[in-house]
């Protein structure tokens, strides 16, 4: 299906610190947006190459990758990869020499404005683009966070994901004071929250009114810790692909892409 | 999703289809890169002999070295797509034995077409079978897809 004349929605997954759901949460948006007919493209901005892997894709050292998009060695016209199985999505992957970009960012010296400029030629081809970031205020963070329009942040339902929440929270507002920024925090997605039964565990639901009194309407609804993700993401699908009684597990992606791509549908009432 | 009366760009498939393969210098993550642009030239010393050959002419040496790549055959991109285990097994092999998933598949259907023409018939059955295990996994994916929409729609 060919895109439509709008220009592509950009949005950046971030978390200062590791474990926080970010590339889990750009996988799932990249599918759950494929499947509903967008062309979809993904993007790699983490030496850890997580997202790389987890969708199955894989790359010679000598085939272009997310590195040399950013030095200008070839143009991202040239540097994204179909993912296997999945109609709409593509990648732009990376390996663990993307750690190279690095220094190649530092030395540009505005290293928020590289993967704008880089990603260019790909906005009138893309309806969505997301990108997940390394866990760390880097230059590769601070350059996907240049190239968006809109930010997500995820944070685990514990003490460790709210204090990297309020570290992320100011990157953005930091970026956004040096005018690297001009787009929307579309949400603060809560990661691994604990339910038994129907109801949060009392940790869950301690740190779920802690996030909200810091972030209020941005929090989105929970992604609940659960077994059915770990499996799928074995599968390289989505919940609803291992267990169609699984996709209100799917629901804060609905939420998400409903929020930022037009055209995306309503997903029912938030629970 | 697409607008109606709004003129279609070219689409994603259409972009990775059109497009000429590019390669790059070799990536590594080591501290000390001993990757050199040197190292990624197949060995054939025909080519520094060229270029010392044309040394005070670089128009010259471009000119020989381009004869010498058009010879060549030429490689575009070939998605594949492998069943975990024996993926695992043939870049292993492969890494082994100093060459590539791609020249390592070249050297097996050049070897069985030309030598063992015999064996071929016994691939393509191997073949039938893996074949049959992929479209029994999209049937019941499609049937997964199909039964959750209903189930939606209830």
Same mark, same amino acid.
């Given at each position: 299906m060919a895109k439509s004349d709008q220009s592509a929605v950009i949005s950046t997954v971030i978390a200062l610190g590791g474990g926080q759901g970010k590339t889990l949460t750009t996988y799932m948006l990249g599918l759950k947006s494929s499947m509903l007919g967008f062309q979809t493209l993904v993007i !790699?901005? !983490?030496?850890?190459k997580n997202l790389t892997d987890l969708l199955r894709v894989s790359i010679e050292a000598t085939e272009p990758s997310l590195l040399e998009v950013l030095q200008a060695d070839v143009s991202s016209e040239n540097a994204f990869y179909p993912v296997p199985e999945r109609e709409n999505l593509f990648i732009i992957p990376a390996d663990r020499a993307l750690i190279k970009g690095q220094q190649y960012l530092a030395q540009v010296g505005n290293s928020a404005a590289v993967l704008k400029t880089r990603l260019k030629p790909l906005l009138s081809v893309f309806d969505l683009i997301v990108i997940d970031t390394p866990p760390q205020k880097s230059h590769l963070c601070l350059t996907a966070i240049g190239a968006s329009n809109h930010a997500i942040i995820t944070a685990e339902v514990a003490a460790k994901g709210i204090n990297s929440l309020e570290e992320t929270r100011e990157l953005i507002e930091e970026c956004r004071s040096l005018e690297a920024f001009s787009g929307d925090l579309v949400g603060v997605l809560p990661f691994r929250a604990r339910w038994t039964g129907n109801f949060p565990t009392v940790d869950t639901r301690t740190n779920m009114e802690l996030m909200k009194d810091k972030v209020n309407e941005l929090l989105l609804p929970p992604l609940l810790e659960s077994e059915v993700y770990k499996q799928a993401l074995n599968y390289a699908s989505t919940p609803s692909e291992i267990n169609v009684e699984k996709a209100d597990l799917e629901h804060p992606f609905d939420v998400l892409l409903h929020r930022m791509v037009p055209g995306a549908p309503k997903p029912p009432s938030e629970k | 999703m697409t607008k109606q009366g709004r003129q279609q760009k070219i689409s994603a498939s259409e972009m990775f289809a059109q497009r000429k393969a590019q390669s790059v210098n070799p990536r590594s993550d080591k501290l000390s890169d001993s990757v050199t642009s040197q190292s990624a030239l197949p060995e054939d010393s025909s080519i520094n002999s060229d270029v010392n050959q044309s040394k005070g002419d670089p128009a010259l040496s471009l000119q020989s070295l381009q004869h010498e790549l058009d010879a060549l055959p030429k490689v575009t991109n070939f998605q594949l797509r492998f069943e975990d285990d024996l993926k695992g097994e043939v870049k292993d092999f492969a890494r082994e034995q100093g060459v590539t998933p791609e020249t390592l598949l070249q050297g097996l259907w050049t070897v069985i077409q030309k030598d063992h023409p015999d064996l071929m018939s016994k691939a393509i059955d191997e073949a039938r079978i893996h074949k049959g295990r992929r479209s029994k996994a999209a049937e019941l994916k499609n049937s997964i897809t199909r039964l959750s929409k209903l189930l939606e729609s209830l």
């Open positions: !790699d901005a !983490d030496p850890q | -």
